[in-house]
C-alpha cells in the first residue's frame, strides 16, 4: 500500500513537470511579438539595426553581428559606446557569453563579437547606447 501512493505520488510529479515544459519550453513565441531586425531607440533617439555577418544563427556557436545606428534623419552615429545584454524571458535567464562591441567599423556600424544563443526559443538583445545624439536603448526580439 505504501508503493502504490509513493508511485500515485511520482506519478503526479511527473504529469506535472511535463506540462509545464510543453507549456513553457516548447512555447511557440507570442503573436504580438516584433521579429524585427530594425528599430527605433526607446525615446527616438536613434534607428538601430542588427544582422548577424553569417546565416543561419547556429546554436552553440560563438558568432559576431553588425549594429548599424543612425539618426532618425539617417545619418549616421559615429563613435557611440554601447552596453550589452539580453537573455531569454520566458526561461528568466541572461545570455550565456558577454557579447562586446568590438570594433567601429565607420559610417555608424560596429561590430557585435561573442554572441551565443544555447538553445531553441525566444531571445532578446539588447543595447544601451551612448553617442553625442544622447543615450538611449533598444531591444530586440529573436526566435531560434
Known amino acids: ?8 505520488i511520482g506519478l503526479a510529479a511527473l504529469l506535472a513537470l511535463g506540462s ?21 531607440s526607446e525615446n527616438g533617439v536613434y534607428v ?4 548577424p555577418e553569417a546565416e543561419p544563427i547556429k546554436l552553440g556557436e560563438l ?6 545606428v ?16 539580453g537573455g531569454m524571458p520566458d526561461h528568466n535567464h541572461g ?3 558577454s557579447p562586446k562591441v568590438t570594433e567601429n567599423l565607420g559610417d555608424g556600424r560596429y561590430r557585435l563579437e561573442g554572441v551565443k544563443f544555447s538553445m531553441t526559443g525566444w531571445w532578446e538583445l ?3 547606447i551612448s553617442a553625442a545624439p544622447g543615450s538611449d536603448s533598444v531591444t530586440f526580439n529573436m526566435v531560434l
Open 1 to 8: 500500500m505504501k508503493f502504490k501512493w509513493l508511485y500515485l
Open 20 to 40: 509545464y515544459f510543453l507549456s513553457d519550453m516548447g512555447m511557440k513565441p507570442k503573436p504580438e511579438l516584433d521579429l524585427s531586425r530594425s528599430r527605433a
Open 48 to 51: 538601430v539595426a542588427v544582422a
Open 63 to 68: 558568432h559576431s553581428w553588425i549594429v548599424t
Open 70 to 85: 543612425q539618426t532618425p534623419d539617417g545619418m549616421a552615429v559615429e563613435d557611440a559606446s554601447f552596453e550589452v545584454d
Open 95 to 97: 545570455l550565456p557569453t
Open 126 to 128: 539588447s543595447f544601451d
